[in-house]
């Protein structure tokens, strides 16, 4: 497993190195260095954190899994009934003073390892309906149902897909899930009708040449934005819709920038460093000591290639708006620091797999005792 990790950590430091450059190039007319500053200074904390998870054994968040789980259900319940943190309507962070923090980011992890830990305790009960569905039903509607009514559409529709890709691997039976799964989708249908904002971005996805001056106006410019770009870009630094034209071009639409400023071939370069990631973290997920080093690598690296794909799906106008970053490019401590978390874990998921696959390897007996 030294080769996957090695190229999971260069994927990780490509994608932070652009993403550094990016937010320098996104601020560099109005706010100067203050968007890399902040950056740099979680990437620092993250790295901190990353290389303890790494050097933990990953076995130590099986035992912690119900912890974790409770403190992410208060935090998340803290963010409904705290005053601040508000913005766009949407209720999601949680305000220390000068800093801020996404409960909904550490959440994610939470419920990654809860349902690995769980997957691996019931693992011969999975195929029944009552511990293989019911069960971890409840426990993933607990985590959703919260974010859901922040409201963040997007990182609810994340962790379902994440939860039932969890279960699935863990050994629930399908004509279980399926179902479940349809419902839900009717459900979040059902509740997207009955909610004007996030049915005109539906609307406006359709129908985006009408569209133009109006909710459509960001996903237009972005789609300008690349187009723009050409092959090679216009320069670093030289993009022009940043200038107003792409709110929130140093967050969720940090993709198109890249598009304009750096052109096709650079954003083609992005997406193929993701599904090395996401090859890297199956392949270390495969060789994990245990059932709860398997759910619990396949659950992480699912997660964090399933929010890139989601966020340059909605830059490229090939998905609705859903308000989620670009994993480690994108502008936000609490995601850049969530996601080291998440590479930290899938390292100690390889150090360990590596130490099975040598001790096994090592003779035993008098012949050991020849080649020591």
Not at 7 to 33: D, F
Not at 34 to 56: E, M, N, R, T
Not at 89 to 95: D, E, I, Q, T, Y
């Amino acid at each position: 497993m030294k080769a996957p990790a090695t190229i999971l950590v260069l994927c990780v430091a490509s994608l932070l190195a652009l993403g550094m450059v990016m937010l320098y190039s996104a601020g560099m007319l109005s706010l100067g260095t203050h968007y890399l500053k902040l950056q740099l200074l979680w990437c620092a904390v993250g790295i901190v954190a990353c290389l303890c998870f790494a050097f933990i054994d990953y076995k130590y968040l099986k035992a912690a899994a119900p912890f974790l789980f409770v403190l992410a259900l208060v935090l998340l319940a803290l963010v409904l009934v705290r005053a601040g943190g508000s913005s766009h309507g949407a209720k999601r962070w949680l305000v220390f003073g000068a800093m801020t923090f996404q409960p909904s980011e550490a959440a994610k992890i939470a419920l990654i390892v809860a349902l690995a830990a769980y997957g691996e305790r019931f693992q011969r009960l999975m195929p029944s309906f009552r511990h293989g569905l019911l069960y971890p039903a409840i426990v993933i509607a607990l985590i959703i149902g919260l974010i859901f009514v922040e409201p963040d559409r997007g990182t609810s529709i994340l962790l379902a897909g994440v939860s039932f890709g969890i279960l699935l691997m863990a050994g629930a039976n399908m004509k279980f899930v399926i179902p479940l799964g349809l419902a839900g989708a009717a459900a979040l249908a059902y509740s997207l009708i009955h909610d004007p904002m996030r049915l005109g971005r539906i609307m406006v996805w359709l129908h985006p040449q009408d569209n133009k001056s109006g909710q459509g106006y960001q996903a237009w410019h972005a789609t300008l934005a690349l187009g723009s770009g050409g092959a090679t870009g216009l320069g670093l630094g030289s993009g022009r819709q940043k200038l107003g034209f792409v709110p929130e071009q140093h967050t969720d639409f940090i993709f198109s920038m890249i598009g304009e400023e750096l052109g096709l071939i650079a954003t083609l370069a992005v997406v193929l460093v993701f599904l090395l990631f996401v090859i890297c973290g199956a392949l270390i997920s495969a060789g994990a000591r245990d059932r709860f080093g398997l759910l619990l690598g396949a659950g992480l690296t699912f997660l964090i290639g399933f929010q890139a794909f989601i966020n340059i799906g909605v830059v490229t106008s090939l998905l609705p708006n859903k308000g989620l970053a670009l994993p480690f490019v994108s502008y936000g401590g609490s995601s850049l620091l969530m996601m080291l978390i998440c590479v930290g874990i899938l390292l100690s998921i390889a150090i360990r797999g590596n130490s099975r696959a040598e001790e096994s390897e090592q003779p035993s007996g008098l012949g050991a005792n020849v080649f020591a």
